[in-house]
């Protein structure tokens, strides 16, 4: 079995790193409507909410050219304010055999010095797959569009 690899970077928050993991915790179905720019739709497919161990089926567009579908768990890792999204099928997989997001947020309060890491670990499906370095700046974007978004609402 291939060697799961991993790339990641950080933002620096203006808002309250709780407010931010809060947003993604509990309000991630907000964002087709917040930003519909970049996600066409989202469903609930196992569970009653975005909460530990449900499953969500999502349709997206980073602007690589078409829309993206992928069905996804949410893992919830509340000491750590960390979640972890877990791919379980859909469009990646034609490039991976395994690709999870996972932000885990530091808390530093109203004072400026909060932060979310932003990781992806992946599997790729063959050794001529680039590493999903186009998803890890979108991940940045749009850690920078909802910290925005937070500080104005």
Not at 4 to 20: N, P, R, T, Y
Not at 29 to 56: I, W
Not at 122 to 142: H, I, S, T
């Amino acid at each position: 079995m291939a060697q799961i690899a991993k790339i990641s970077d950080q933002v620096q928050l203006k808002c309250c790193g709780k407010k931010f993991y809060d947003f993604f915790k509990n309000k991630m179905d907000h964002l087709p409507r917040v930003f519909p720019q970049y996600f066409e739709s989202y469903k609930l497919v196992e569970g009653n909410s975005l909460t530990h161990g449900s499953v969500s089926f999502w349709k997206y567009d980073f602007g690589f050219g078409s829309s993206i579908e992928v069905k996804m768990k949410v893992l919830v890792d509340e000491p750590n304010k960390t979640i972890i999204y877990e791919c379980l099928e859909g469009d990646l997989f034609k490039d991976f055999d395994i690709f999870n997001v996972k932000i885990k947020v530091n808390d530093g309060g109203n004072n400026g010095n909060s932060s979310v890491n932003w990781c992806l670990e992946y599997v790729k499906a063959n050794e001529n797959v680039d590493p999903p370095n186009n998803y890890l700046q979108f991940g940045l974007k749009l850690c920078k569009n909802v910290d925005a978004f937070l500080g104005n609402n």
